[in-house]
């Protein structure tokens, strides 16, 4: 099976989406984090319908998941939270159990202690909270029956916001409550349950993403179409949108083996870029802040952080996480598995990918 190279593209995408958002506060671009959701119920759930089939011919089916979850995440999660530490007054007495186990959106869902420069966990909590949950859906459930239910979480879910904004007196609980943002996950999930891949389903894919974009752009002229508005009308209506923008995106990227959409995502710096996303993820924030407090300049402050974490997650990529990765390879995943999971450069998200160790070389097309 033959890589996609144009998946690396999608999550430089992302990162520099989200990284615009907090060093330029541009608007709309916090929905990268939305994206890196989509992927990571697109390729997750492709990375578990592999290992059910292998569990079918008696392989182990959530052993290696899991184990390779934890050879991906913990080692970068780990030095960086080493690194906040020593850079910041983290009160550890009071919040080490938010990132010792995968509960880092609950501080920042319902105002608790938080380092600003942590704050980007909330994103990873969420993640980890779909793979303790996701996989036995997957297990018990048939591959329709498990389409039928993304399906219903994605239209499930405006309901529930909706419901639910009331409830709170600001906009963080809807924000990054997994419970809330399921929908995105389970966007990325139903097309990995789809079979469709003709030229038919790409046209209906470009089209819903022109209108997604089209309304979160008209919508956001008005001053109850923001995150911070905490209205049911954003909270319904805004991360639906968001949801069916990468969704759409994603079916058009999978088809894509030409054109300028596809020679955009497989440049080689924007790939690159892709690949060493999750430990730029997890530093980026932390970089900006501390650069601010030594540069005013915010074209300088982004420029310098840009630059060092791209540096930081450059180095953490080639010394520890591309080894590690290599070493799973040969170790954690029966063969048909670890065929796919290498074959897709399998990067679901800036915090909780796992991907392949290419050379960035352009490979042969026929994620």
């Known amino acids: 099976m033959q890589r996609n190279p144009q998946l690396d593209g999608l999550r430089g995408v992302a990162i520099l989406m989200v990284f615009a958002s907090h060093a330029f506060h541009a608007p709309l671009m916090w929905m990268g984090v939305d994206l890196f959701f989509v992927l990571s119920g697109y390729l997750i759930t492709n990375v578990l319908l592999q290992l059910k089939e292998n569990r079918a011919l008696g392989e182990n089916y959530l052993g290696p998941f899991y184990l390779r979850r934890v050879r991906r995440i913990v080692p970068p999660y780990a030095v960086f939270l080493l690194f906040a530490a020593l850079m910041f007054p983290v009160p550890w007495r009071h919040t080490w159990y938010w990132y010792v186990f995968p509960g880092a959106n609950f501080p920042l869902a319902f105002g608790m202690t938080m380092v600003a420069a942590m704050t980007p966990l909330w994103s990873l909590a969420v993640e980890e909270q779909f793979y303790l949950l996701w996989p036995w859906f997957v297990l018990a459930t048939s591959r329709q029956t498990l389409r039928r239910l993304a399906i219903a979480i994605v239209f499930v879910s405006p309901i529930l916001r909706a419901v639910c904004t009331p409830l709170f007196s600001n906009h963080f609980p809807i924000y990054s409550l ?31 993403f022109l209108l997604a974009g089209v309304a979160l752009v008209v919508f956001s002229f008005f001053p109850s179409f923001r995150t911070g ?11 639906s949108l968001s949801a069916i923008l990468f969704g759409s995106a994603l079916v058009y990227v999978l088809g894509a083996a030409r054109g300028l959409v596809y020679r955009t995502l497989t440049m080689r710096p924007l790939r690159y870029l892709g690949l060493i996303s999750y430990t730029f993820y997890l530093y980026h924030e932390a970089i900006i802040l501390k650069i601010g407090e030594h540069l005013h300049s915010g074209l300088g402050i982004a420029v310098a952080a840009f630059a060092i974490t791209t540096a930081i997650a450059a180095v953490s990529w080639h010394v520890m996480e591309a080894p590690l990765l ?18 897709h450069g ?18 042969k097309l026929s994620m």
């Open 178 to 208: 997994t419970i809330f943002r399921a929908d995105t996950l389970a966007m990325g999930a139903a097309v990995a349950l789809s079979t469709g891949s003709s030229p038919h389903y790409r046209v209906a894919a470009s089209r819903s």
């Open 229 to 239: 508005a905490n209205s049911i009308f954003f909270n319904s209506v805004g991360y």
């Open 326 to 343: 290599r070493s799973s390879k040969k170790h954690l995943l029966p063969a048909p598995a670890s065929k796919w999971i290498f074959a």
């Open 346 to 363: 399998l990067t679901p998200h800036n915090i909780a990918a796992e991907t392949a160790v290419p050379k960035l070389r352009e490979p």
